[in-house]
C-alpha cells in the first residue's frame, strides 16, 4: 500500500508546476481535487467451463478520493487518483432463505487520462485502474434469516484487481481565471481480471470468474 501513495505524491510534486498558457496568459495548470459520492457495484459471475455468465444484484456504497489534473497538451490531461471504494454484490443464498450483501472494500489508484476542450468544462475520461483489497465481509439484508451472523470471506477473494474506467465530468467555473472549480462526475468501471480466490464454486469443484463492475456519481472540488 506505500508504493501506491509513493506514486501519487512523486508524480504529483514532479509535475505540480505544470502549465498550459496561450501567449503570456495561464489557460490550464496543475490541480489538486478531493471528490466523493455514490458506488452502485455488482459482480458478474461466468462458468469457467461453458463461459455463460450472468450479474447478481447492485449493491450501493461509497466512493470518495483525491485526484491531481495535470495538463500535458492543449486540452489534455493526465489525471492519478487516490481513493476508497465499496464495491461488492446483493445475492439470494438459499442456506439463509435470504438476500445476502457482499461488501468489497478497496483502494484504488486510477491514472486517467482526460480531454477536456479549454473554456467549457466539460470533460472526457477513461484509463486503468489498479485496486487493492484492504476488507470483505457478508452481511444479511432484511429478507434474510435473522440469525444470520456477519461473516469475514477477504480470503475469498484475490488482494489485487486490475479495470478499465471510462467517464464524464463537468466542471466550472471554467473561465481560465484560476479560481476554485465544482463539478459533477459520472464513471463506469469493468473489471479486467478475475477476483475469486475460492469464494464462488460449483458442484465440479471448479471457480467461478468474478469480475467487479461499477457505476458512480460524485461531486468535486479542485484547488
Do not use: C
Not at 455514490?38 to 461453458?50: E, F
Not at 489534473?69 to 489534455?76: A, K, L, N
Not at 461488492?88 to 450483501?101: A, F, H, I, L, P
Amino acid at each position: 500500500m506505500k508504493k501506491l501513495f509513493v506514486v501519487l505524491f512523486s508524480l504529483a510534486t514532479t509535475v505540480g508546476f505544470s502549465q498550459i498558457r496561450n501567449g503570456n496568459t495561464i489557460i490550464e495548470r496543475t490541480r489538486v481535487g478531493v471528490y466523493g459520492g455514490l458506488s452502485v457495484a455488482n459482480q458478474v459471475t461466468i462458468d469457467p467451463v461453458y463461459g455463460n455468465g450472468y450479474s447478481d444484484n447492485a449493491k450501493a456504497g461509497f466512493i470518495g478520493g483525491v485526484s491531481v489534473s495535470v495538463p500535458i497538451s492543449y486540452g489534455w490531461f493526465v489525471q492519478p487518483e487516490l481513493s476508497y471504494t465499496g464495491m461488492g454484490t446483493n445475492y439470494y443464498d438459499d442456506n439463509y432463505n435470504g438476500n445476502v450483501n457482499l461488501n468489497l472494500n478497496y483502494i484504488n489508484l486510477p491514472i486517467l487520462f482526460r480531454y477536456s476542450q479549454p473554456f467549457t468544462g466539460l470533460g472526457v475520461l477513461f484509463g486503468p485502474q489498479y485496486s487493492y483489497l484492504v476488507s470483505a465481509n457478508t452481511i444479511p439484508s432484511r429478507s434474510a434469516k435473522a440469525d444470520f451472523e456477519k461473516g469475514y470471506v477477504i480470503d475469498d477473494y484475490k488482494k489485487s484487481d486490475l479495470s478499465g474506467v471510462v467517464g464524464l465530468e463537468y466542471y466550472f467555473p471554467n473561465d481560465g481565471s484560476g479560481a476554485t472549480q465544482f463539478g459533477l462526475s459520472a464513471r463506469y468501471q469493468f473489471g479486467l481480471l478475475n477476483v475469486n480466490n475460492g469464494g464462488v464454486t460449483y458442484n465440479d469443484g471448479s471457480w467461478a470468474k468474478l469480475h467487479n463492475n461499477a457505476f458512480f456519481i460524485t461531486a468535486g472540488i479542485r484547488f
